[in-house]
Nanobody
Framework: QVQLVESGGGLVQAGGSLRLSCAASARTYSGYAMGWFRQAPGKEREFVAAINWSDGGTYYADSVKGRYTISRDNAKFTLYLQMNSLKPEDTAVYYC?????????????????WGQGTQVTVSS
């Protein structure tokens, strides 16, 4: 099973930036598509962004498109999420996820491994 550990969350003012990182276990990082999801209090977990292993293709939720950038460093077995122009509605616990396929998905049920989450709070 993939082990995923997120870091980089915190408190930031609206308009600010944060970069989340997700460190994966080397043995099962290669060949896996990865993604970021988030869950705000009282809401369901929602898709944020994903990246293919196969061709590096990226996908974003409409709510973050143009503000967030997902990337991966395969030499470091690490996934990133650069978040700019943050808004109070971006406040949530952000989760890193991996699926045993080289192709991404926006469905949480397609991802079999999850990190513990990191809190992002955006103040107005």
């Amino acid at each position: 099973q993939v082990q995923l550990v997120e870091s980089g969350g915190g408190l930031v003012q609206a308009g600010g930036s944060l970069r989340l990182s997700c460190a994966a276990s080397a043995r099962t990082y290669s060949g896996y598509a990865m993604g970021w999801f988030r869950q705000a209090p009282g809401k369901e977990r929602e898709f944020v962004a994903a990246i293919n292993w196969s061709d590096g293709g990226t996908y974003y939720a409409d709510s973050v498109k143009g503000r967030y950038t997902i990337s991966r460093d395969n030499a470091k077995f690490t996934l990133y999420l650069q978040m700019n122009s943050l808004k109070p509605e971006d406040t949530a616990v952000y989760y890193c996820a991996s699926r045993t396929s080289p192709w991404s998905s926006a469905r949480a049920t397609d991802f079999g491994s999850w990190g513990q989450g990191t809190q992002v709070t955006v103040s107005s």
